[in-house]
T-cell receptor, first 108, second 116 residues
Framework: GQNIDQPTEMTATEGAIVQINCTYQ??????LFWYQQHAGEAPTFLSY????GLEEKGRFSSFLSRSKGYSYLLLKELQMKDSASYLC?????????FGAGTRLFVKA | DGGITQSPKYLFRKEGQNVTLSCEQN?????MYWYRQDPGQGLRLIYY???????QKGDIAEGYSVSREKKESFPLTVTSAQKNPTAFYLC???????????????FGSGTRLTVV
């Protein structure tokens, strides 16, 4: 079966760095995604990791350790517009399974 | 501009009625998906289709039906057999079947269904 765990909520300050963790258990790992979802809107794709290590894309970075079933999303130089939910998702075969998401609040 | 369109954005229906949610994409993607999102829960997979005229049940298919007669279209019908249909429904597409796994899904803007 599948199980994806991430914190329910986090709060951080504008300009700071925040790390959102995700742990997963899956029967057939085929890649890990991070999505951003603003309230009432559709998720948008942020990053994809299939091999161990860090992928950097501007202010956002994502890390994967397959042996530990662990990933994190790192957001630097936080902006107010980064207040959103961040969804960790694991690809199993041709299906993608989503975690419940971490709601990030950025305060001034 | 290419994209994926869901309509309507808000939908109200009486209990016991079937309702069909529209999903259209012009991205030339082979694969399409329907997810349901409830507060405090992750997106849950209802149905998916990897190619025209073929589709598979996801994790919560009971009470739902789909069709995939055209590449561009993947409508979802919420039947009266669905016990708790009030939710936010998201349609997505991808070209993973064309080897582009690392680009993720493109989602529509969603349909918020309320059954009264």
């Amino acid at each position: 079966g599948q199980n994806i765990d991430q914190p329910t909520e986090m709060t951080a300050t504008e300009g700071a760095i925040v790390q959102i963790n995700c742990t997963y258990q899956t029967s057939g790992f085929n890649g890990l995604f991070w999505y951003q979802q603003h309230a009432g809107e559709a998720p948008t794709f942020l990053s994809y990791n299939v091999l161990d290590g860090l992928e950097e894309k501007g202010r956002f970075s994502s890390f994967l350790s397959r042996s530990k079933g662990y990933s994190y999303l790192l957001l630097k130089e936080l902006q107010m517009k980064d207040s959103a939910s961040y969804l960790c998702a694991v690809r199993e075969g041709v299906k993608t399974i989503f975690g419940a998401g971490t709601r990030l609040f950025v305060k001034a | 501009d290419g994209g994926i369109t869901q309509s309507p954005k808000y939908l109200f229906r009486k209990e016991g009625q079937n309702v069909t949610l529209s999903c259209e994409q012009n991205l030339n993607h082979d694969a399409m998906y329907w997810y349901r999102q409830d507060p405090g829960q992750g997106l849950r997979l209802i149905y998916y289709s990897q190619i025209v005229n073929d589709f598979q049940k996801g994790d919560i298919a009971e009470g739902y039906s789909v069709s995939r007669e055209k590449k561009e279209s993947f409508p979802l019908t919420v039947t009266s057999a669905q016990k708790n249909p009030t939710a936010f429904y998201l349609c997505a597409s991808s070209d993973e079947g064309q080897g582009r796994v690392g680009y993720g899904y493109t989602f529509g803007s969603g349909t918020r269904l309320t059954v009264v």
